[in-house]
């Protein structure tokens, strides 16, 4: 069955270090892959997404992300970070049929020391 | 432009009671749709989905159940309502190929607050 791996549950990180969020997924062939961040009691914003091509993609508010496709990872990278990106991060995969059901990991909370 | 909407924002229900929540997108037509669900601590688990007017799709077996009476409306309904029914509940749409917007990705509305006492 397709799962997605979040292995960090809390994440804290000083203003201004740089940030790195894990994601591996399991999966029979390459899906679409997506980054969402969540602020407390709020929906879903999408951050970036990679559905095929350059492995390395940007996002918004400076966030980018690296496909490895030999890994299955999909792993969310800031190299700054401010106090304004303290959330919730998920990592989830869509299949690529008919339905593009998403599938989530359990989510990463970044807390951000000043 | 295209938007979503879901009502209420937030709901206290005690246990037992029916439920209702709404789920309704402008802008587009015929919209896959899809219910979430976000347990307290936990991630995103998909419920429901929908291809088209009265066509849905239950992802795991529970206490609920789903409806589109109309072609931009979803309904997540319950008869009697379980304290594990609590929860943040999203609504998401994907727009059908051939629109200029990513057919490949969902846009989620704004969320449901849940809490069954």
């Known amino acids: 069955a397709q799962s997605v791996t979040q292995p960090d549950i809390h994440i804290t990180v000083s203003e201004g270090a740089s940030l790195e969020l894990r994601c591996n997924y399991s999966?029979?062939?390459?899906?679409?892959l997506f980054w969402y961040v969540q602020s407390p009691g709020q929906g879903l914003q999408l951050l970036l997404k990679y559905f095929s091509g350059d492995t390395l993609v940007q996002g918004i508010k400076g966030f980018e992300a690296e496909f490895k496709r030999s890994q299955s990872s999909f792993n969310l990278r800031k190299p700054s970070v401010h106090w304004s990106d303290a959330a919730e991060y998920f990592c989830?995969?869509?299949?690529?049929?008919?339905?593009?059901?998403?599938?989530f990991g359990s989510g990463t909370r970044l807390l951000v020391r000043p | 432009s295209q938007t979503i909407h879901q009502w209420p924002a937030t709901l206290v229900q005690p246990v037992g009671s029916p439920l209702s929540l709404e789920c309704t997108v402008e802008g587009t037509s015929n919209p896959n749709l899809y219910w979430y669900r976000q347990a307290a601590g936990r991630g995103l688990q998909l419920l429901f989905y929908?291809?088209?007017?009265?066509?849905i799709s239950s992802e795991v077996p529970q206490n609920l159940s789903a409806s589109r009476p109309q072609d931009r409306q979803f309904i997540l309904s319950s008869k009697k309502l379980l304290l594990s029914d609590s929860g943040f509940y999203l609504c998401a749409w994907r727009p059908i190929p051939g629109l200029p917007i990513p057919y490949n990705e969902q846009f989620f509305g704004p969320g449901t607050r849940l809490t069954v006492l």
């Open positions: 999966y029979g062939a390459t899906p679409y």
């Open positions: 989830a995969v869509a299949l690529r049929n008919s339905s593009y059901k998403l599938i």
């Open positions: 929908s291809v088209g007017i009265g066509q």
